[in-house]
């Protein structure tokens, strides 16, 4: 089945910095990433998504990029606000298995 | 609209008794899968429903179980509980079966004594 891998596990930043969060996954049929953003107490919100026939997908201050070939997709948040910190997931889902496989989180500090 | 809604938000519940968890959709939403989110498995998918009938399952016994009605509403059981099954349960809703987007609520954090 599909594996997801998301590194760094923590990401401290400074307020304005960038920040950028990697997943990769093993399954060449999957199809659909979706990005989470979860704050303490609180369910994952989806911020961003992007499916395989895209390679960039951008909204506001985030973006979504997706190398299909090495089997990778990245979240960047650029001018990061306090507001930013938070757990990020990505996810993953193939027309076969049809579930969404979720990385294991980073968790997102920006210092003021 | 409304977003998905879990009750209750937190349940105490003592080893080998059952608990039942209810999540009501995003209205007009007819899919509902359940996630079990724990610190050191992460987020995992545990079924998803469409129709009142159960589409798809992942890799948690049979203790684990659900159900969905005619109002798109689901409810999933846990039965003889463990101290592991200890998590936070999410459940999301999406327009349509298999869909890609989902939505999730607060969801519901269970402590088992």
């Known amino acids: 089945g599909e594996n997801v891998e998301q590194h760094p596990s923590t990401l401290s930043v400074q307020e304005g910095d960038s920040a950028v969060i990697k997943c990769t996954y093993s399954?060449?049929?999957?199809?659909?990433f979706p990005w989470y953003k979860q704050e303490l107490g609180k369910g994952p919100q989806l911020i961003i998504d992007?499916?395989?026939?895209?390679g960039e997908k951008k909204d506001q201050r985030i973006a979504v990029t997706l190398n299909k070939t090495a089997k990778h997709f990245s979240l960047h948040i650029t001018e990061t606000q306090p507001e930013d910190s938070a757990v990020y997931f990505c996810?993953?889902?193939?027309?076969?298995?049809?579930?969404?496989?979720f990385g294991t989180g980073t968790r997102l500090l920006v210092s003021p | 609209k409304a977003g998905v809604t879990q009750t209750p938000r937190y349940l105490i519940k003592t080893r080998g008794q059952q608990v039942t968890l209810s999540c009501s959709p995003i209205?007009?939403?007819?899919?509902v899968s359940w996630y079990q989110q724990t610190p050191g498995q992460g987020l995992q998918f545990l079924f998803e429903?469409?129709?009142?009938?159960?589409?798809n399952k992942g890799n948690f016994p049979g203790r684990f179980s659900g159900r969905q009605f005619s109002n798109s509403r689901s409810e999933m059981n846990v039965s003889t509980l463990e101290l592991g099954d200890s998590a936070l349960y999410l459940c999301?809703?999406?327009?349509?079966?298999?869909?890609?987007?989902?939505?999730f609520g607060p969801g519901t954090r269970l402590t088992v004594l």
């Open positions: 996810a993953a889902r193939s027309t076969g298995f049809q579930k969404l496989v």
């Open positions: 992007i499916r395989s026939n895209v």
């Open positions: 999301a809703s999406s327009p349509e079966r298999g869909g890609d987007t989902q939505y």
């Open positions: 399954d060449s049929a999957s199809n659909y």
């Open positions: 429903y469409f129709s009142e009938t159960q589409r």
């Open positions: 209205s007009g939403h007819r899919s």
